[in-house]
């Protein structure tokens, strides 16, 4: 039912700094900026990041799906959970550049938006600095009740779940081995927003690059064994992470999910220093610092 | 001609056998081999020991290398005695400790020690690390040299090495299809500059930066990755200030006729692309 990720539109205090840190630390191209809103290019896609402050009340993460009946649809199969689903006006489709638009909010209070027909663009993408991100990849968020949630995802949606890493699960609707990734917290929100580089060598000059800018680092650079991708994840504007991934397997259609630990010990093979709540991580600046030399 | 083989083992002294034996295991993660009084071997793959810590000067450092005939030993020894090098031969009992048939010593034009060794045993049993560190086995040395131009010559005239590239005048030089199995790092004293291990991946090598990292292992370059030989390195400071690298993915030169040294500039960018800066003095201006 889903066809793929769209965008992530996160709220901010001050759209100027977190614009510079679109454009300066992801290397994301601008499209669109108003004083009200920044939106930024990934991909093929004509936005994957949006910045607004005064248009959102919350942050949101937006979905492709197919046609509009496919709205009507999932509007009544949200209805059978108990939720109650709502379209989008002409204007939140506008500002969205989609046809239709259905929103409603997860059982952890997480906004989802369906889009369909969301606007793609027909210039190739072009960074601001040379970061190689080929794309948005997935988006882990906050859940409050991650069995419930999953119910969305799984029932409504016709996600998999392709592993378990604690409580927290990854889930798949396309080829990749998740898209989205739900970890338990005591609050809804959009934990890291995660963008693809072409490969190693891309991922670890951005850890350079990011160390010269002081940019925190919050957790890697690492290997998830369960995705087997290689992560970089730092701090970003308000209290929303950022991710580089590279490489990852492809899932394998023909195995079933697997339990990984709970914690540092389930999401990096390297043993990599992690500084995130949710990820089981030092938040006091215990653990000791790796001094890569820069 | 010299035909030197493959590097075969260094040795170090140190005034601490117990501290290095114990960097040398839990830290660097090889296995001990056998040991003397004053003296501890190490294994690092299918050969009986590529390491030896013993009881001395950390001045007194041996690298060796093997050469395939025993007629290629004594026709070295007449080499580098015409050309003006002592030669001295390996007792017995040396021989024995080393684990090879025979072996001659000699200095090159710095004066690092170096030994040719024939018939270096190899091992029946496969090498079982202290540690899970990925090692696959020691490959290359770092040496000093007081002048680049010059020992480029002996290496690469007097012995049968090649330049695969050169960063700034330090050469790196390749004995076989491994990118470098020698790299001469200008400076003003003779020994060891680095002691290389391959590790089985990239995986490996950034494990063990975190793994070495708390343990207060003190790192001196990277992770990072080499424009020249293409491998993911990691470079920290064991006993003695001896810097130890793993690294992994070094590229291979199999065309001889078709390959061609390039010139990297002596700086962080041409010993890391990744951007990593080097805080080892002879990697620095």
Known sequence: ?294 | MIRLQDISYVRLGTADLEGATNFATSCLGLEIAFQTKDSVYFKSDQREHTLCYFTGSPADQTAAFEVAEKSDLEAAAAELDRIGHPVRVGTEKEAELRRVRSFIAFTDPTGNNIELVWRPAYGSRRYHGERDAGITGFSHIGLCTTDAARDEVFWTKVCNARVSDRIGDAALLRIDEVHHTIALFPTNRAGIQHINHQVESGDDVMRSFNFLSERQVPMVFGPGRHPTSSARFLYFEGPDGMVFEYSSGVRSIADELLYRERQFPFGPKGFCEWGAKPQIKEFRN
């Open chain 1, 1 to 294: 039912m889903i066809e793929q990720l769209r965008y992530v539109r996160l709220v901010v205090e001050e759209i100027g700094q977190a614009a510079a840190f679109a454009q300066d630390v992801l290397g994301l191209e601008p499209v669109d900026r108003t004083e009200q809103i920044a939106t930024f290019r990934s991909d093929f896609r004509d936005h994957t990041l949006v910045f607004s402050k005064g248009i959102d009340t919350h942050q949101s993460l937006g979905l492709e799906v197919r046609y509009p009946a496919d709205l009507d649809d999932l509007r009544s199969k949200l209805g059978s959970l108990g939720i109650a689903a709502q379209a989008g006006s002409p204007q939140e489709c506008e500002l969205r550049k989609a046809k239709a638009m259905l929103w409603f909010e997860d059982f952890s209070g997480n906004r989802l938006e369906l889009v369909v027909r969301p606007m793609n663009s027909g210039w190739r993408y072009f960074a601001s600095r040379d970061a190689g991100i080929t794309g948005l990849e997935d988006v882990i968020i906050r859940s409050t009740s991650v069995e419930r949630d999953i119910s969305i995802w799984c029932e409504v949606f016709g996600a998999k779940v392709s592993d378990w890493a604690g409580d927290a699960v990854y889930l798949r609707f396309d080829g990749a081995h998740h898209r989205i990734a739900l970890f338990p917290a005591e609050r809804a929100g959009i934990l890291a927003v995660e963008y693809a580089v072409e490969n190693v060598n891309l991922l670890m000059r951005n850890y350079y690059v990011l160390q010269n800018r002081q940019i925190g680092i919050l957790h890697g650079p690492g290997r998830r064994p369960a995705s087997e991708q290689l992560f970089l994840t730092f701090a970003g504007p308000g209290d929303v992470l950022f991710s580089f991934v590279s490489e990852g397997a492809a899932f394998d259609e023909r195995r079933i999910p697997r339990q990984f630990p709970a914690g540092k010990e389930g999401l990096c093979g390297w043993g990599s220093e992690c500084k995130i709540p949710e990820f089981g991580g030092n938040t006091d600046g215990g653990g000791r610092e790796r001094t890569a030399s820069a």
